[in-house]
């Protein structure tokens, strides 16, 4: 038995059952931070999140916040670098390469709509960070790599489909990101404003659908050789 248990109070123990997984365990109270510290910066912003709320929905406290990310901003940079890269990973699963490129096109960009879907985490991150004119993001050497390998993954499709013949040349990958993201973004992130403005329910299965086929079809034709 170890020094440190001959002096625990007696009791039951379970108080310092946390503590202790915690101690054996960093990668999990790293994590469990890392969610909670997520969820918060999502419904509150990078300004309106506490430290206090993060401690106490992750389990951990200050000061282990501290010791793993250093500061309030550590913390948000390591959140917005999480997120980047469960994006990043999951389109790299879809294996487009091994699609046609006008398929692999189509499903690139149905996968990027449909990643907004009934998760408004990662749009509200974006909106927060874009508040503050990304001054956090630019401290991240790492967002920066984990998107070179989606614009040669683009690069890729483009080249195939241009030697194919199905694709025409002279279109920037990093341009075809932005408008790509940026159909998808633009309606989920303004998704209730439009609703009253055009009077239709935009959340509806019916509108998504639509929306979606209609952003491949307007990336995929302006492609088109």
């Given at each position: 038995m170890?020094?440190?248990?001959k002096?625990r109070?007696?009791g039951d123990?379970?108080a310092?059952?946390?503590?202790e ?8 109270t790293?994590a469990?931070i890392l969610?909670?510290a997520?969820?918060?910066?999502s419904?509150r912003?990078f300004a309106?999140a506490g430290i ?6 992750s ?6 916040i501290y ?6 901003r550590?913390l ?14 999951s389109?790299?699963a879809l294996?487009?390469d091994?699609?046609a490129p006008?398929?692999?096109?189509r ?12 998760d ?10 874009n508040?503050?004119?990304?001054r ?13 390998p ?5 690069q890729?499709?483009?080249?195939r489909?241009i030697a194919?013949g199905?694709?025409r ?6 341009q075809?990101w932005i408008s790509i993201?940026?159909l998808?973004?633009f309606?989920?992130?303004n ?8 009077d239709?329910n ?5 509108e998504?659908?639509e929306?979606?086929a209609?952003?491949a079809d307007l990336?995929?034709?302006s492609?088109l050789a």
């Open positions: 170890a020094v440190g248990s002096l109070p007696a123990g379970t310092d059952a946390p503590r997984v915690r101690a054996r365990d960093p990668e999990r790293r469990s969610a909670a997520t969820v918060e910066f419904a912003g309106g206090d709320a993060i401690a106490s929905r389990g951990a406290n200050r000061r282990m010791h793993y990310f250093g500061s309030k550590g948000w940079l390591a959140v917005l670098e999480a997120a980047y890269e469960r994006a990043r990973m389109e790299v294996h487009l091994e699609l006008e398929a692999a096109m499903a690139l960009v149905t996968f990027t709509f449909d990643s907004f879907i009934g408004r985490t990662f749009i509200n991150l974006l909106n927060s960070e508040l503050h004119q990304a956090h993001l630019k401290e991240s050497a790492r967002v920066k790599g984990l998107h070179s989606l614009i040669g993954l683009l890729g499709i483009l080249d489909g194919a199905v694709f040349a002279g279109v920037d990958p990093a075809l993201a940026g998808s973004y309606y989920f992130s998704q209730f404003t439009l609703s009253v403005i055009l239709r935009l959340q509806s299965k019916a998504l659908d929306r979606r209609h952003v990336i995929v034709h492609l």
